[in-house]
């Protein structure tokens, strides 16, 4: 029994490590961790009879919006990389829907290892990060790939990491009665965003620092209008781009021009909403972003772009108002589980943190159809599943402790 147990403490370590790793060194890693962790838990439950399918309105809208992104390599304007990315894609929904559906049946045993394997992998990740930032500023070259003049490049997606995952790891800290760690947990984790050099993660973190305090002083009514304010921007995001915030305005704002790389997404989203418009119907198909008519360059000094750094726009040139609207719903639908199901004022406020910070990093930073970026939400989701699980428990103990005390 002691080997059996000592084998799998080494196995959670290797794991922890794996996913260390790939929060900083080899993002493409998590495509395979995610469907490795599934597939463990899934074990771990006795099989997939065992588990009921967490069928919930956000993977239903995903459900529909792949279906509908796999029934586009018909019109895609490159067929083959539509159906890459379907059956990629698709492969990822799979086991996010087993991890998902697995934890919501997990066990407390199986939670604790849960959590464990967060607080190791976390360690590891945070010292893996202030490693990698002492190495770029003594300029020494470790074993990860640089861009030419830009050898901060490599810390950038870890920021969208640390920030997507900080609000549950501190709320699962706080669940386990380490409420001081907790807080002195976040305040490193802001600070290690930071030294990432991604920007949109630090403000990205700082605005959901803000929709955690409201949400925990007004549950209700900040869940409410995030659901209707992030439906609203979400379906009406390719007018914005061409109408309200068109280049010709932004040009005008000296803060933004002298931020190339702000300044580029305008352009990419601009362009992207004009093609949008030029086949609203049934978009461009599916991955189809790369191979859009135009050239090398979206103006002097500016490439075009190979993603757009925003899901909704992406989903609409591609998918058309069909891809755009389920975008739109699957993303709205998540403030509605919040709405509907939660009503610890805690609870309510790390998951509408989450989800906005989520939110912001969709909208600015990555691609719909990054099998990492998609696996690290998978993962993310499964572990606010965990926390509410865990909180749940604290919150009876709590009671019932309230109740012996009464009653003595």
């Known amino acids: 029994m002691n080997k059996i147990l000592s084998l799998e403490n080494i196995a959670l370590l290797f794991l922890a490590l794996l996913i260390a790793i790939g929060g900083i060194y080899s993002y493409k890693l998590m495509s395979i961790l995610m469907p490795v962790m599934a597939l463990i838990l899934?074990?771990?439950?006795?099989?997939i009879k065992n588990i009921s399918l967490c069928i919930t309105p956000p993977l239903v809208f995903l459900f529909f919006l792949l279906m509908w992104g796999?029934?586009?390599?018909?019109?895609?304007?490159h067929p083959p990389s539509a159906l890459k990315?379907?059956?990629?894609?698709?492969?990822?929904?799979?086991?996010?829907?087993?991890?998902?559906?697995?934890?919501?049946?997990a066990t407390p045993d199986t939670l604790l290892k849960v959590y464990s394997l967060l607080k190791i992998a976390g360690f590891i990740l945070i010292c893996l990060i202030i490693f990698q930032n002492v190495a770029?500023?003594?300029k020494i070259r470790t074993f990860a790939r640089y861009k030419e003049n830009d050898i901060f490049y490599i810390m950038k997606p870890s920021g969208s990491i640390l920030g997507l995952g900080a609000f549950i790891s501190c709320g699962l800290l706080w669940a386990y009665k380490s409420k001081i760690l907790s807080v002195a947990t976040?305040?490193?984790?802001?600070?290690?965003?930071?030294?990432?050099?991604?920007?949109?993660?630090?403000?990205?973190?700082?605005?959901?620092?803000l929709a955690f305090v409201v949400s925990y002083a007004v549950p209700f009514w900040a869940t409410r209008i995030a659901l209707f304010s992030s439906y609203t921007f979400l379906i009406i995001s390719p007018l914005l781009y061409v109408y309200v915030f068109p280049v010709s305005v932004m040009s005008k704002l000296q803060w933004i021009m002298q931020n190339h790389t702000l300044f580029h997404r305008f352009l990419g989203w601009e362009f992207?909403?004009?093609?949008?418009?030029?086949?609203?119907?049934?978009?461009?198909?599916?991955?189809?972003?790369?191979?859009?008519p135009l050239g090398s360059e979206l103006a002097p000094?500016?490439?075009?772009?190979?993603?757009?750094?925003?899901n909704s726009l992406q989903a609409y040139v591609e998918l058309g108002f069909v891809g755009g609207i389920l975008f739109g719903l699957l993303f709205a639908s998540c403030f509605w589980l919040v709405e509907k199901h939660i009503k610890d004022r805690l609870s309510v406020a790390v998951c509408n943190a989450t989800l906005v910070f989520g939110f912001i990093q969709a909208e600015v930073t990555h691609s719909l159809w990054h099998n990492h970026w998609a696996s690290w939400m998978a993962l993310i989701g499964g572990l606010m599943i965990v926390f509410l699980k865990v909180r749940e428990v604290q919150l009876h103990a709590e009671v019932y402790h309230s109740k012996r005390v009464q009653a003595s």
């Open 42 to 47: 899934l074990w771990r439950q006795g099989g």
């Open 301 to 310: 000094g500016y490439e075009n772009v190979i993603h757009p750094h925003n």
């Open 272 to 292: 992207l909403s004009e093609k949008f418009l030029e086949k609203p119907f049934l978009g461009w198909g599916m991955g189809a972003t790369p191979y859009l």
């Open 136 to 138: 770029d500023d003594l």
């Open 186 to 209: 976040f305040l490193l984790l802001v600070l290690l965003i930071y030294l990432t050099r991604c920007q949109t993660a630090f403000y990205g973190i700082v605005l959901a620092s």
């Open 85 to 105: 990315i379907f059956m990629t894609m698709s492969l990822t929904f799979t086991f996010s829907l087993i991890l998902l559906s697995a934890l919501m049946k």
């Open 70 to 77: 796999g029934l586009s390599v018909l019109w895609a304007a």
